[in-house]
């Protein structure tokens, strides 16, 4: 969250995405008043569509958990699916699937770590860091990949205390103290009983009814024009916020331009049968070297088997992609792939799809945080402000 709010006094959201709607839950709690203004659909990006063969997600597909998301998620008092453990990963490389991790590589890498000190800096990205400890095939192949199933971006792209932000102000004497310091940190936060990440029957748009149903009394219809009253919080994404607050106040509105989106497609299908390739898998990514726009593709039936009794998968690629190049890549990509075999699919492609934690991002938000600082009052919430993912947006909502 960026700038604060006046202590018990009316809030007034702007957005019934995941971030307003956990923002409502939170001050429902603390018996702080509100209203929510939502544009087009409570929920944002997400929502499931239910099929003839199970439900599809536009967006997110699961919840990840640490204490703060099972405290939020007992708090609701909604059943939720657990995912299945030891699930295998895949690596495309050359027109075979590897595994990410192998024998010789951990030991290669244990002892580099031990004796190599990061070098880091307020501008390193996290390819600086990690390129001198994995070099350049583990960092294309292994980390890019792995990064890209979360942020959309590969590792040159992406700013290490954005990622890292408990190394900021402090230096290891390896990588090794530095991975130690990775797990305390961690462990600080571990989930106790609800462990790697749930969904919930009927899929991620049962969790957005849950917290809808709780905060609809106070959902208001949309003003025409836009009043800045005190008290106000912008939950929408930053080109959005900034087009609020174009004319009253255009410095911060300008500000929230520099932020960097990528645009993102999400292809879901079901098929006839199972692939063999990505049996017992979560799925597999695609090292952007390959030069697909296939970033990665999520086997939804192994993760939640009590929510997919068909076999569904997600392809998610960089872009705004075509269904028929996404189909095109995938019969070069996956083995087994044949289009003949689906039995349905639904695409969704966003042009604000991830905010990219780039330096630039970071750099800005520390602006913001200068210029809100004499505006008590004023507050950006949404997924560019301090994580990513859903966990990190509830996470957020608790330091209020
Ligand atoms: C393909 C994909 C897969 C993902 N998978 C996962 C995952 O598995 N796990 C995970 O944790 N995260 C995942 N994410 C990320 C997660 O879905 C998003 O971070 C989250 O949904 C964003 O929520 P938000 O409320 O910040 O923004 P949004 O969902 O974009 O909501 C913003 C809301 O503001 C409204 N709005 C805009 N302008 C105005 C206005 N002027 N007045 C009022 N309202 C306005 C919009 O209509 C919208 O409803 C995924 C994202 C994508 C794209």
New binding site residues.
């Given amino acids: 969250m960026i700038g604060s709010i006046i202590p018990h006094q009316h809030v007034y959201i ?8 956990s923002l409502g839950h939170q001050l429902k709690k603390l018996g702080i008043p509100f209203t929510i ?10 929502s499931t569509r239910m099929t003839a063969f199970g439900p599809i ?8 958990m640490n204490a703060h998301a099972e405290e939020f998620i007992k708090e609701m008092e909604i059943p939720y699916l657990n995912s299945e453990k030891k699930l295998k990963r895949w690596i495309w490389r050359k027109e075979k699937l590897l595994s990410p991790l192998n024998f010789k590589l951990a030991l290669k890498l244990l002892f580099k770590a031990a004796i190599r000190v990061p070098s880091i800096t307020e501008n390193s990205s996290v390819e600086d860091i990690f390129l001198p400890l994995l070099g350049r095939r583990y960092v294309d192949e292994l980390l890019s990949p792995a990064l890209q199933g979360i942020h959309a971006a590969e590792a040159r792209d992406l700013h290490f205390l954005s990622l890292f932000p408990f190394a900021q102000n402090r230096s290891y004497a390896s990588y090794f103290s530095f991975f130690k310091s990775l797990k305390k940190e961690m462990k600080k936060h571990a989930a106790v009983g609800i462990k790697g ?1 749930v969904s919930f029957p009927g899929g991620m748009q049962s969790l957005i009814n849950k917290l809808h149903e709780e905060v609809s009394s106070h959902i208001e219809p ?1 003003p025409e024009t ?1 009043v800045l009253r005190p008290n106000t919080v912008i ?3 930053a080109p ?2 900034a ?2 607050l174009e004319k009253v106040l255009p410095e911060i509105s300008l500000k929230l331009k520099e932020i960097e989106y990528r645009p ?1 497609s ?1 292809l879901s299908f079901y098929l006839k049968e199972e692939l063999p390739s990505l049996k017992k898998s979560f799925g597999m990514l695609i090292p952007q070297k390959y030069g697909s726009p296939i970033l990665g593709i999520i086997h939804q039936s192994a993760v939640f088997p009590s929510n997919y009794s068909n076999h569904c998968y ?1 392809v ?1 690629c960089k872009g705004i992609t075509s269904e028929d190049e996404i189909f095109q890549e995938l019969k070069t990509k996956v083995p087994g792939f044949q289009k003949d075999n689906i039995l349905v699919h639904s695409l ?1 492609a ?1 042009k ?3 905010p990219l934690y780039d330096e630039k991002r970071f750099q800005t938000v520390e602006k913001l945080k200068q210029l809100l600082k004499d505006k008590p009052g004023l507050m950006f ?4 402000t301090e994580g ?6 509830i996470e957020q909502t608790r330091k209020l």
């Fill in positions: 702007y957005g019934a995405g995941f971030a307003g709607l203004y939502e544009k087009e659909k409570v929920g944002g990006k997400i997600e536009a967006a997110a597909s699961t919840l990840y990440s949309l836009f939950c929408t994404s959005d916020a087009k609020l993102i999400n997600s998610i969704t966003w604000t799809g991830l919430f949404g997924n560019y990513i993912s859903l966990r990190s947006m």
